[in-house]
């Protein structure tokens, strides 16, 4: 355990640069004291570990010197082979450039742990986009990720689904998030933080303005509680069906899975039947009516009477269509 702990002092000054006794003490969960314990330590190894008197002051590495990787678990060499995804790094732009990390990540490791990397490697293979649809096209994404990384404005014009359709927006670009393949971007606009899908940027150019994105701001924090809310908003209302075992059996292949989790909840037989009766959240009468002819006549639609009548209307439609009638 302390040696493992000497090995996180020694990266933390790595890659953080300056910190006081206390910051390594809060980092690492130990007392002020065991910091101090460890970090002579690391100097009476030969560390070149000096510290910085004064306000402002702390312990830092000698410029330039840098630990090689040679302390890596088998876990910890796995985990970092998978956090690069290949198919991202070519969207950014970075293709090459995750390569070639991922060689010299491969080259820094001792022989061992670089055949148990290739081994994992070679078995796994991550293909984010869904199924039954092409990848999105997002020329401007490249462009977003400086925006991004060097804290730039932007200038977009956006294709969003209400009229008017093509809007222009300055925006303060936050992050980028990857969902089922598709890219968003998560930026401060006039109006507060808003999300926007990078397919649908029509054109975009970086400004000069600069701006510093709030400290306080968490990415991951903030797209789920983006989720949360999309889920209350996207749903407005409710219907009762009824299905069949085929079609409880065929609901998670063609419905979404807050749909099927509703039916799992609600669900109670139909006396005399196979069938079971359950109320399902919907988006509205014209989407639900889509999704439930998924399923054909495994499905009934019990109420709203709207939903019940654009369902019939919709087959009798259908089966003019097909002479049937």
């Known amino acids: 355990m302390s040696a493992s702990r000497l090995l996180s002092v020694l990266l933390l000054l790595q890659s ?18 065991t910091a101090y314990r460890d970090l002579a330590r690391l100097q009476a190894a030969g560390i070149p570990v000096y510290a910085e008197p004064g306000p402002g002051g702390g312990y830092q590495l000698l410029d330039g010197y840098r630990t090689r990787l040679t302390g890596m678990s088998e876990g910890e060499a796995r985990a970092l082979l998978f956090a690069g995804l290949p198919g991202a790094a070519a969207d950014l732009g970075l293709a090459a450039e995750a390569m070639a990390a991922r060689l010299k990540l491969l080259a820094a490791l001792p022989n061992g742990l670089r055949e148990e990397a290739a081994r994992a490697a070679a078995v796994f293979h991550v293909d984010a986009p869904g199924w039954y649809r092409e990848p999105e096209q997002a020329p401007y994404l490249p462009l977003l990720v400086d925006a991004v990384l060097t804290g730039r404005t932007v200038d977009v014009r956006y294709r969003r689904w209400r009229a008017p359709q093509e809007v222009e927006h300055r925006l303060r670009p936050y992050g980028l998030v990857l969902k089922s393949g598709v890219w968003y971007l998560v930026a401060a606009a006039a109006r507060g933080i808003a999300t926007y899908r990078v397919a649908q940027v029509i054109h975009a150019t970086v400004g000069d303005e600069r701006f510093d994105r709030p400290q306080d701001f968490d990415l991951g924090a903030h797209w789920d509680a983006y989720l949360k809310d999309f889920q ?17 059996r065929r609901l998670p292949d063609n419905l979404p899975p807050e749909v099927a989790q509703a039916v799992d909840s609600t669900a109670v037989a139909v006396p005399g039947t196979e069938w079971v009766e359950a109320v399902i959240p919907i988006e509205g009468v014209e989407h639900a009516c889509g999704e439930l002819l998924r399923l054909g006549g495994d499905v009934e639609v019990v109420g709203p009477m709207e939903l019940r009548r654009a369902m019939a209307a919709t087959v009798r439609m259908l089966a003019g269509t097909y002479d049937l009638l």
């Open 16 to 33: 953080r640069g300056r910190l006081s006794a206390r910051a390594i003490a809060d980092e690492l969960g130990v007392s002020v004291r």
């Open 232 to 248: 209350v908003r996207r749903y407005t209302g409710e219907a009762t069906i009824r299905l069949s075992p085929r079609g409880r």
